[in-house]
Structure formats: C-alpha cells, structure tokens
C-alpha cells in the first residue's frame, strides 16, 4: 500500500517494472514518443529524471501491462473487488453477512478522511509553467494533463460524498489560453462534472473544480472507473490505495492532500474558448471546438513531486491496460445492469467506442417456427441506452446456441454472425442520433447514427476464404483482398465532397448483380488501401468501424426497403477516408529519429529493444 506516487516508483524499481531516464528529455514530443516506442515493446513504466524546461520529475507507463498494475494494486485487489462485487449483487450479503464481514469493514475504512491541517508544509505555490508541459503529437494544440483526477461538488448538495472525480482532457497551454491564468477542460455534458456546472449556471455562480495529479496510484485509477451507484470515486479510491483519501479546503476548494499536484480555479456561466486539436484514442486528432474554460486560482506542488503522465493513440495504447484492469475488477456488472446479457466487449483495436461485439439471450425461440432474433433486439437496445456503451456506433450482437463463443476471439465471432446473418432482415439502424464526441465518421459534432446487426439461428452459408473471381477486373474498383473469411476489402477511387455517391454504388450494384457473386462473401469494404485493411485484423478493425457513419456509408448489393426496414444481398461498408474526417495521427520522423539516442549501448533505455 502506497501513501504517495513516489514509494510506488520506488517498489517498481526494486521488483524490475521501472527504469529511470538520466539524460535531458525534450516534452515537446519526445517525451511521448519514447513512451509509446517503450509501451510498443511491452517494456516496463519509466522515470524521467531531468525533464528540459521543469524542475520536475515526470513518470509515464505505470499502467502499461494488467500485470504491472495488478502488481501495484497486488495487497488490496481482492477486497477492492469483493466490494465492487458486493455492489452488483447486494443479495449475496443478506444471503451471507458473516461472508461479508469483512467486505464491510474495508469498506468502511475506506471513507474520506477530512484532515484539520490545510496542506503538508513543505507543499509550495507555483505557476502553470513551471510544470513539465507535455506535447504529444505533433499538432497537438498546446501541453495536456492526460492522467488528471478532475474534482467537482454538486452545487445543490455540496460535500465530498456528493462529488465526481472524472478523468477528462485538460489543456495547460497553447490556443488562446493565457498561460498561467487559464486552462481548458473536455468534457461532456452528461459526465458528472458537467451535470454540476449545469447546476452552477442554473445557480448563476462559477463552479469550483480541483484538478489532482499524481498521489497514489489507486487516486488516478478511481477516475477512470465505472463504480456501481452508491459507491463514490472517493471511497474507491480509499479501498484500492488501503488507505483513506485525505482532504482539506483552501479557499474553498477541495484539496488532495496525497496529489503530487493540484490546480484549482473556477468555470464561469457560458465562458468558453477553443480546445484542441488533440491526438485521442481513435488514433486521429480530435479538431478544435469550443470548451468550457477554467481560471486558475492556485498551483500547488509538493517539493519532489512526481508528473504522472500517458499519451493517447491509436489502440493498443496504456489506456487498452486500463480497460483491462477496469472489466477485472468490475466483473459481471453488466449482466446485473441488463438482464439478459452474458458478455458486451468494446472493440480496443477499433477505438473502443464506435464498435461492440455481444452475447445476449434467446429465451423467446420456443414461440417461433423459426430461429431468429427476437430477445436480442430487446437486449440491442438496452446495450446502447447503458452508459458509455451509448456511444457505439456498430453492435454485433448474437446468442449463444450450444456454442461456446468469445467475443473477444474477433474473427471467430464475426464469422458466427457472417455465418448466419439475413442480411435483408438482420441490419437494424438508428438514424440522427448521438455518437462519441471524438469520432468525426458521423455528420456534426456528437451525432451521427447507429446500426444493430443481430444474427441468430441456424448456419446459412460457408464463408469464402479466398477472394471471387467475380472482383477482379471491375471498372472503377481494384485490388480485391481478403481480410478474414465472408470479408473482402477493394480500393475505390478517393472520395470527394463532390462525388456522386449513389451512381458509384449502382456502378458496383449492377457490376456485381450479374456477376453471380454469391453470398459466401456477404461483405465487401471499399478503402483507399486494400492492402493496409487485409494486412492484420487490427488494421481492418480500426480503419472500417472509426471512418464510417452507418447510415451514409453502409450499402448493399440488391437493396431494397420493406416496410421503411431496409436490406440488401451483400453489405457494402464505405470506409474509405472522407473531407470530414479528422486527420490521423503521425509520428514526427525527426523525433523518431531523435530519441535513437536513448536506446543506444550505455544509454538509459539500451536494455530496451525497439523496431
């Protein structure tokens, strides 16, 4: 159990999970590039010692493997899920109580603790600039915070037990932000943060907001965790740390006195200034948009304070560990949240939002002539009204009929759904509705549509496992590859504002309508590069699910509506890159080339071995 970040560097260390970095490192750029090479070849956390432009010590990859954090977390893992479990399932506890007992008594230990003292006294006051200011990728707007522990109080019910603490995208430089003064902050307005500003600008009044960085490393996990209701971030923070979460007030702002760092400051009523760009977890920039804008009224700094820091991209990422660890310690939650389920797995190679593979229930098959799905599109719906899984755009779903399935085994679950999908009764879209804020496939910002393909029954066809002769040659449409058997990527011309969409799909509907092309090959993606799409699966995940909008990009080989329900013979996925989209992100070539000197003989990563 650690009281502060630095005794849990310190046991890294010992136990051969982290490497400190002498030399002078630059953090604009080279700072997460050497991350990212390290968290690529599954190499251990590291401490970067003399970070150029800050007195300040920086850490980043603590998080890079379930292992490390499992290790971290090693002496108060099993209460810490006891109790999580003990949430989803509140019966097990009257069942059992002596069971229990001790769930109960580390729960309660666990409760915040009010210190009457205001702040260590060696802690000191100092300047936005002074911190290690980090900048990610290239065109990145300005230094983000990507490990912050984000406080706020609800205006009408003030008091930490009524409190969020939420992981969301800071911006300490850069824009239109005056340095040292202002600071930006991404969120969404159904997070808890942006229901209590809601409450703030309804009250008339600013709402105080406390940004923790550093402290213990339970502190910074507790703000990525989906906590059932009634467990407070707080709590769990006290539960995974083995030790309460110390707080005071100054100037009435809520203090961690564990943090390492903690900016407070002010969001005032309708105040905002432009956020962004910034490289985020679908592996683009999400662009610039106006944010709500925070004032800041104090920096505080312990004299050894340690920078906690990730860098998002494009999965596999540390953020991919995180949700690891998150499904460990939260378990079955979701089948207690929607009756019915037996697994929902967010896709991490395809940015985890804009795809869900499922398993549902089809208890409804006893009252049908023929297997098809009924419960599942009961099931469908309640999976996309859940939380963060609302912000899906694509779910397969299925059931499992004697058949031991996987959702996290991709190929083989989607050629169980491939394999038995009616494509002209199985796809099932939800037009002009909300998607990620971050995902630009969709038609403004934070809306685009959703589509439901639910498959059960019987086996309908076999799979191609070789590309149709029937793809070759065609007009307009080359390179034919196979991505995984039913799935075949061709290259299409560049899409342009300009082009006529519709008469380029009835080109391909009628080529291949008397073609003879039959269904062992029910989906076709068009692309820019065929060859990048079918070089591994994760390739095809990423590049189909994150750069296209189901309702304007799916269409089909024979379409048709029946009844406002339409369908098709042969899907066709247009994920080709559109004028819309955001850019992907790309590594400096000068920086790559750069950091080499960290990794070379008698250098401080040389044990290191990178592509």
């Given at each position: 159990?650690y009281?502060?970040?630095e ?22 750029l080279?700072?997460?590039a050497?991350?990212?090479k390290?968290f ?6 590291l401490?970067?010692?003399n970070?150029?432009g ?8 603590l ?5 490390r954090s499992k290790?971290i977390?090693?002496?108060?893992w099993d209460?810490?899920q006891?109790?999580?479990?003990l ?10 109580p002596?069971k229990h007992?001790?769930t109960g008594?580390a729960a ?6 009010k210190k009457s003292t205001s702040?260590?006294v060696?802690t ?13 990728w290239p065109?990145?707007?300005?230094a ?5 522990q984000?406080y ?11 409190s ?13 932000y ?11 307005i159904h997070?808890g943060?942006?229901i209590h ?5 309804r009250l ?13 490393p339970?502190?910074?996990?507790a ?5 059932p209701e009634g467990?407070?971030?707080m ?5 995974l740390s083995g030790?309460?979460?110390?707080y005071s007030y ?5 203090i961690s006195?564990d ?10 009523p ?7 760009p910034?490289?985020?977890h ?12 925070f004032?800041?009224h104090?920096?505080?700094?312990k004299p050894?304070?340690?920078w ?5 991209g ?10 690891d ?16 389920v037996?697994?929902v ?10 795809l869900?593979?499922a ?9 049908q ?14 999976i ?13 779903i299925?059931?499992e009929?004697?058949n031991?399935?996987d ?5 083989e679950f ?8 009616d ?6 879209f939800q037009?002009?509705t909300?998607?990620?804020t971050?995902?630009y ?10 589509v439901?393909?639910?498959?059960y029954?019987d086996?309908?066809?076999?799979l191609?496992t070789?590309?149709?002769e029937?793809l ?6 080359s390179?034919?590859?196979l991505?995984?058997p ?6 299409g ?9 519709k008469?380029e799909?009835?080109k391909?509907?009628?080529a291949?309508?008397?073609?003879g092309?039959?269904q062992?090959?029910p989906?076709?993606?068009l ?8 070089e591994t699966i ?11 909008n189901?309702?304007?990009d799916i ?6 509506y029946?009844?406002?329900h339409?369908g098709c ?13 955001a850019?992907?992100l ?5 920086v790559e080339k750069s950091i080499?000197r ?7 990563l040389s044990?290191i071995?990178?592509?």
């Amino acid at each position: 159990m650690y009281s502060n970040l630095e005794e849990c560097i310190i046991d890294l260390e010992k136990n051969g999970h982290l490497i400190r970095i002498h030399e002078e490192v630059d953090p604009h750029l080279e700072m997460a590039a050497i991350h990212l090479k390290v968290f690529e070849a599954g190499g251990p956390a590291l401490l970067f010692e003399n970070v150029k432009g800050s007195k300040f010590r920086a850490v980043s990859n603590l998080f890079g493997t379930v292992e490390r954090s499992k290790f971290i977390f090693r002496k108060t893992w099993d209460s810490t899920q006891n109790v999580v479990g003990l949430r989803n399932d509140p019966i097990s506890a009257l069942k059992n109580p002596l069971k229990h007992l001790s769930t109960g008594i580390a729960a309660s230990k666990a409760l915040p603790q009010k210190k009457s003292t205001s702040l260590p006294v060696s802690t000191q006051v100092i300047e936005i600039s002074d911190l290690p200011l980090i900048h990610h990728w290239p065109d990145d707007g300005g230094a983000f915070v990507t490990l912050p522990q984000v406080y706020s109080e609800d205006p009408d019910k003030p008091g930490i037990m009524n409190s969020n603490l939420g992981m969301y995208r800071v911006q300490l430089s850069g824009n239109d932000y005056e340095l040292n003064k202002e600071i930006g902050l991404h969120y969404q307005i159904h997070r808890g943060i942006g229901i209590h500003q809601e409450k703030a600008n309804r009250l008339g009044k600013p709402l105080k907001v406390s940004i923790f960085i550093g402290g213990p490393p339970a502190h910074t996990l507790a703000a990525v965790m989906p906590l059932p209701e009634g467990l407070s971030e707080m709590t769990f923070a006290g539960l995974l740390s083995g030790r309460r979460f110390r707080y005071s007030y100054i100037d009435g702002f809520c203090i961690s006195n564990d943090a390492d760092f903690v900016i407070t400051g002010e969001i005032h009523p309708d105040e905002t200034k432009p956020e962004g760009p910034f490289g985020d977890h679908l592996g683009y920039y999400s662009l610039i948009h106006d944010f709500p804008l925070f004032k800041v009224h104090k920096v505080y700094a312990k004299p050894d304070a340690i920078w906690p820091f990730t860098v998002v991209g494009r999965p596999p990422q540390e953020d991919t560990a995180f949700g690891d660890l998150i499904h460990e310690l939260t378990g079955d939650a979701i089948k207690t949240e929607i009756p019915g389920v037996k697994e929902v797995h967010a896709v991490d190679a395809a940015g985890v939002h804009p795809l869900l593979f499922a398993i549902g229930s089809e208890r409804y098959t006893p009252y049908q002539t023929t297997k098809q799905p009924a419960e599942l599109l009961t099931i469908a719906n309640r999976i996309l009204g859940t939380g963060q899984l609302s912000l899906a755009k694509y779910l397969f779903i299925t059931a499992e009929d004697g058949n031991s399935l996987d959702t996290h085994k991709e190929v083989e679950f989607l050629s169980y759904i491939l394999e038995r999908i009616d494509l002209q009764r199985d796809i099932h879209f939800q037009t002009n509705t909300t998607i990620d804020t971050l995902d630009y496939s969709g038609t403004g910002l934070n809306t685009g549509s959703k589509v439901v393909i639910a498959a059960y029954g019987d086996k309908r066809r076999e799979l191609c496992t070789k590309v149709p002769e029937v793809l070759y040659g065609l007009q307009e449409f080359s390179n034919p590859r196979l991505v995984m058997p039913g799935v075949v990527a061709i290259q299409g011309d560049k899409f342009t504002n300009d082009k006529d969409v519709k008469a380029e799909m009835e080109k391909l509907d009628e080529a291949l309508n008397n073609s003879g092309l039959d269904q062992s090959c029910p989906v076709i993606v068009l692309c820019d590069d065929s060859e990048f799409f079918s070089e591994t699966i994760s390739n095809f995940l990423w590049a189909t699910f994150t750069r296209s909008n189901p309702s304007h990009d799916i269409h089909g080989i024979n379409s048709q509506y029946e009844n406002k329900h339409w369908g098709c013979d042969i899907m066709i996925i247009d994920a080709r890159s559109k004028p819309h989209h955001a850019p992907p992100l790309i590594p400096d070539s000068q920086v790559e080339k750069s950091i080499e000197r960290f990794f070379v003989n008698g250098a401080s990563l040389s044990i290191i071995k990178i592509n």
